[in-house]
């Protein structure tokens, strides 16, 4: 493969683009730059490595999250030289041209076409966090399963609680905690979340009316959670039996999303609203990341002598639905895309930890159902680590 550097043919143009020194290897190409045909490799200016090279040796070896974190830092700093290359080659070329010098067409549109996608990947690694959004039927438990990996009640939950808009939880700038209206830079109190997100708040009536689709911005402090602290965004939902304007939300609020979490009810089967939403982000998206959690298994220790053929039952629907319906996943897979929680009882144990409350919820087989949960939570951040991996290929 020959090397050269481009601006060594231009001293005059050098002078004026000396901040810049790109680096370029292409086949087939000839000293004086007659032979503009090939394909484009960028070198990293300080360390002389091409990117790919400069991408792996940057790459952590720290716990799933933080390499995630770490790793869309480190891609989209390299998203950002890319284009300051690009843009000065594209200019350098300009130059060229204005010198009565001679760029074949081709290579022209070639570097154009560079810079459009360099500033497509560089926009989308922009968003330097990683989005889950949670979806399911009203009432089955989505914030109360966000409030559990939170180790907190941040989200108002409970009985009778329904959310009626999109809540999207991330860490605070200023570890202050404080909720934004999507349309609107002016601060509130994080006490007025219990109005403005629930649907029954009888003081909602004095509040500007909000759509299903509206977004409300819930910041809390980054040290108070691990997720949080490594640039996780949690987005909870309207219950996807409200609306069948699915397409809306999709494209509002799920295009970006890098997982999906659907909270089922263990006393009920899968509805045909929670089937067809998914089969839209499917359609939307290519092999969305979904986890299916089956909450309020709980409820099964009143049910001893036939817990495992209702466990059977629905591990057998929710398998079929990931493998054969949505096709997101192999038949392997799909066993850690499944759990059977009760996330009341791990937000109790977690509070209890945490000296908030004296008292846990707890029934027959709790254990279990722990462990189901902190299950979920590994297999989470490792499919975290596999799109980091697949983000650094």
């Not at 484009?40 to 300080?46: G, I, T």
Request: charged share 25%; aromatic share 10%.
């Amino acid at each position: 493969m020959f090397m050269f550097y481009v601006f060594r043919e231009y001293p005059q143009i050098i002078n004026r683009h000396s901040s810049t020194f790109v680096k370029i290897d292409r086949r087939n190409i000839s000293p004086s730059g007659s032979d503009m045909s090939g394909v484009l490799a960028m070198h990293h200016p300080a360390t002389g490595r091409d990117i790919k090279s400069d991408m792996n040796y940057r790459r952590s070896t720290g716990e799933p999250l933080k390499r995630f974190a770490e790793a869309k830092t480190s891609i989209g700093d390299i998203y950002n030289q890319l284009e300051t290359y690009v843009t000065d080659l594209l200019l350098f070329y300009n130059e060229i041209l204005n010198d009565n010098g001679n760029v074949p067409n081709e290579q022209m549109q070639e570097v154009a076409r560079f810079k459009d996608s360099v500033k497509t990947i560089r926009d989308m690694f922009m968003r330097d966090t990683m989005k889950v959004v949670f979806f399911g039927r009203t009432s089955n438990g989505k914030s109360s399963v966000i409030n559990a990996m939170l180790h907190a009640k941040v989200l108002p939950q409970g009985m009778g609680h329904t959310t009626c808009c999109f809540l999207q939880v991330e860490g605070s700038p200023d570890d202050q905690k404080f909720v934004l209206n999507e349309d609107s830079s002016e601060r509130m109190d994080i006490e007025q979340l219990q109005k403005l997100g629930h649907a029954m708040s009888d003081s909602n009536v004095s509040l500007s009316a909000m759509g299903q689709d509206s977004l409300l911005h819930v910041f809390y402090p980054k040290s108070a959670s691990r997720l949080l602290e490594n640039d996780v965004v949690i987005v909870d939902s309207p219950g996807v039996d409200l609306s069948p304007q699915f397409d809306s939300w999709i494209d509002k609020h799920c295009m970006d999303a890098d997982v999906f979490v659907l909270v089922c009810n263990a006393e009920s089967t899968l509805t045909q609203a929670e089937k067809s939403f998914f089969h839209r982000v499917s359609s939307k998206l290519s092999r969305p990341n979904i986890f299916i959690l089956n909450n309020r298994w709980d409820a099964s220790a009143t049910e001893v002598e036939n817990m495992q053929q209702i466990r059977e039952q629905h591990m057998t629907r929710f398998r079929q639905f990931l493998v054969n319906e949505l096709k997101v996943c192999s038949e392997a897979e799909a066993a850690n895309r499944i759990f059977f929680i009760s996330a009341r009882e791990m937000l109790d144990v977690r509070l209890k930890e945490r000296g908030v409350i004296r008292h846990a919820y707890q029934v027959e087989g709790h254990q279990y159902r722990a462990m189901q949960f902190c299950n979920f939570e590994t297999q989470f951040e490792v499919g975290i680590d596999v799109i980091r991996k697949r983000l650094t290929v």
